[in-house]
C-alpha cells in the first residue's frame, strides 16, 4: 500500500538555526500539507499546498515557515530560524482531491529546538 | 471555524471490554476523519467517516452529520489498541480541525 514517508525520523537543533524537514507524498496526490503536534497536545494545521502553490495556511505559518516541492516527489518544509517553542512533531500528509479524499499522514518528524 | 470536541478524555478498561469515543463538531464538515496515535506518535487512519456507518474488524464508527457528530466503536479491546484517539474534521476546502483526543488505556 502506498504511503508517505518523511525523513529525518527525529531532529536536534539550535535556536536560530535553519531546519528543513522533508516529506515525499504518495505518488498520485495533488493536494499536501503539513501539520504539528506539540508534545501532549492535538495536531494542528499549518499549511495546504496544491498545483505548485500555497492554498491556505494558519496563523501559525509566519514568516519564519516556507514550504517547496523541488522536484515530482518531494515536499519540503523549512523553518528559517528556529524558536524552541518550535519543537514538536511535524507532520507531513497528502490526499488525491481536498475535499471527499482521505488525507494520509507520514510518521512524522520530531523535532527538538534547544 | 469549526470546533471539535471528544469525550471523554481518558478512557482505563480492561482487556475484552467495549468503549465507545464521541466526537461533536460545531458544525457541518465536508470529510471526518478517525486516527489512532500510536506509542511511536504515528497517526494511523482508521476511518474516513463523513456519513453512515462503516466496519473494520473489531472496530467501526457512525457519523450523523445532521446531528454533527460520530462515534467509534471498539469491541473486545486488546492492549494494542491502546493509544490516543483523534477524530478531525474538514470545513471548506481543506484543513482537517482536530478535536484534543481521548487516551485510551486498555489494562490486560
Known amino acids: 500500500e502506498p504511503e508517505v514517508t518523511q525523513t529525518p525520523s527525529h531532529q536536534v537543533t539550535q535556536m536560530g538555526q535553519e531546519v528543513i524537514l522533508r516529506c515525499v507524498p504518495i505518488s498520485n496526490h495533488l493536494y499536501f500539507y503539513w501539520y504539528r503536534q506539540i508534545l501532549g497536545q492535538k495536531v494542528e494545521f499549518l499549511v495546504s499546498f496544491y498545483n505548485n502553490e500555497i492554498s491556505e495556511k494558519s496563523e501559525i505559518f509566519d514568516d519564519q515557515f516556507s514550504v517547496e516541492r523541488p522536484d515530482g516527489s518531494n515536499f519540503t518544509l523549512k523553518i528559517r530560524s528556529t524558536k524552541l517553542e518550535d519543537s514538536a512533531m511535524y507532520f507531513c500528509?497528502?490526499?488525491?482531491?481536498?475535499?471527499?479524499?482521505?488525507?494520509?499522514f507520514g510518521p512524522g518528524t520530531r523535532l527538538l529546538v534547544l | 471555524g469549526i470546533q471539535v470536541e471528544q469525550s471523554p478524555p481518558d478512557l482505563i478498561l480492561q482487556e475484552g471490554a467495549n468503549s465507545t469515543l464521541r466526537c461533536n463538531f460545531s458544525?457541518?464538515?465536508?470529510?471526518l476523519q478517525w486516527f489512532h496515535q500510536n506509542p511511536w506518535g504515528q497517526l494511523i487512519n482508521l476511518f474516513y467517516?463523513?456519513?453512515g456507518t462503516k466496519q473494520n474488524g473489531r472496530l467501526s464508527a457512525t457519523t450523523v452529520a445532521t446531528e454533527r457528530y460520530s462515534l467509534l466503536y471498539i469491541s473486545s479491546s486488546q492492549t494494542t489498541d491502546s493509544g490516543v484517539y483523534f477524530c478531525?474534521?474538514?470545513?471548506?476546502?481543506?484543513?482537517?480541525?482536530f478535536g484534543q483526543g481521548t487516551r485510551l488505556t486498555i489494562n490486560p
Open positions: 500528509a497528502s490526499s488525491g482531491l481536498a475535499v471527499k479524499e482521505t488525507q494520509y
Open positions: 478531525a474534521g474538514v470545513q471548506g476546502a481543506q484543513k482537517l480541525v
Open positions: 467517516i463523513p456519513s
Open positions: 458544525d457541518s464538515v465536508n470529510n
